[in-house]
């Protein structure tokens, strides 16, 4: 039976069925011309990064993934993005987002990223400006 699911996934893929996953548009327009229009396509392993349209000429996205600091005492993988220190005052430290990546994308093409995990927030924008997980410019 799961063999005759994942042939009738394929075949559904190869005909140009969308199985699931997660897509994200964004589209900002002014006098009714695009500024940016870029479409986000995530699944269970991958994410496609198309950048239609934009007023520069590059999509300039911005991922983020909410990064929790580990317990004072607790071993920290090697790979870890957070640091092990706890508060001043001793209370555990809150969860933060953390940017993962920059990049862009010329207007017209794709980026394809293999093994993405799901579970970041993308940003993306129509120049290179610095922005929060919000999406909005950092306050400081």
């Given at each position: 039976m799961r063999k005759l699911i994942a042939v009738l996934s394929y075949s559904l893929l190869l005909a140009g069925c969308d199985v699931?996953?997660?897509?994200?548009?964004?589209?900002?327009?002014d006098d009714g011309g695009d500024i940016i229009h870029s479409k986000v396509k995530i699944d269970e392993r991958s994410a496609r990064f198309a950048c239609i349209v934009s007023r520069s000429g590059q999509c300039h996205y911005s991922l983020f993934r909410k990064v929790c600091p580990q317990a004072p005492g607790a071993v920290a993988p090697a790979n870890a993005l957070a640091?092990?220190?706890?508060?001043?005052d001793g209370r555990k430290?809150?969860?933060?987002?953390?940017?993962?990546?920059?990049?862009?994308?010329?207007?017209?093409?794709?980026?394809?990223?293999?093994?993405?995990?799901?579970?970041?927030?993308?940003?993306?924008?129509?120049?290179?400006?610095?922005?929060?997980?919000?999406?909005?410019?950092p306050t400081s």
């Open positions: 699931g996953g997660k897509t994200i548009v964004h589209r900002e327009k640091s092990a220190a706890a508060s001043p430290p809150e969860c933060a987002d953390r940017i993962v990546e920059r990049f862009a994308v010329k207007a017209g093409t794709i980026r394809a990223a293999l093994d993405m995990k799901p579970g970041f927030t993308v940003c993306v924008k129509p120049d290179d400006t610095p922005v929060a997980a919000d999406c909005k410019p």
